[in-house]
């Protein structure tokens, strides 16, 4: 098993920025990649970011490219999304996710069904 802890949700102005944090602990020996998604007030989770595990990949929504960086120091360090530029739109609860599964096609790490642990969430509010 693993568990996932998010952190670093807040309130923050448009314009603002804010940096999430996701420490995974148990088994994370048998994590390939992470993802952040989010889900808005009556909308569906949608795919934020993911990184591989080992070769450090990374994929970004086209919503948030070149305004939010995913990253990760080392295995013992948590995964970190810096956002930038935020948008009222930006606005959600931020679940982090982790997959056991590797994939040739990235286009599945978007995808919720990919994902095997789940985070609790950390809310995020944006004022305009």
């Known amino acids: 098993q693993v568990q996932l802890v998010e952190s670093g949700g807040g309130s923050v102005q448009a314009g603002g920025s804010l940096r999430l944090a996701c420490a995974a602990s148990?088994?994370?020996?048998?994590?390939?990649?992470m993802g952040w998604f989010r889900q808005g007030p009556g909308k569906e989770r949608e795919f934020v970011a993911a990184?591989?595990?080992?070769?450090?990949?990374?994929y970004y929504a086209d919503s948030v490219k070149g305004r939010f960086i995913l990253s990760r120091d080392n295995a013992k360090n948590p995964m970190y999304l810096q956002m930038n530029s935020l948008r009222p739109e930006d606005a959600a609860d931020y679940y982090c996710?982790?997959?056991?599964?590797?994939?040739?096609?990235?286009?599945?790490?978007?995808?919720?069904?990919?994902?095997?642990?789940w985070g609790q969430g950390t809310q995020v509010t944006v004022s305009s």
């Open positions: 148990g088994r994370t020996s048998s994590i390939y990649a």
């Open positions: 996710a982790a997959t056991k599964t590797y994939y040739t096609d990235s286009s599945y790490y978007s995808q919720t069904s990919t994902y095997d642990y």
């Open positions: 990184l591989t595990w080992t070769g450090y990949n990374t």
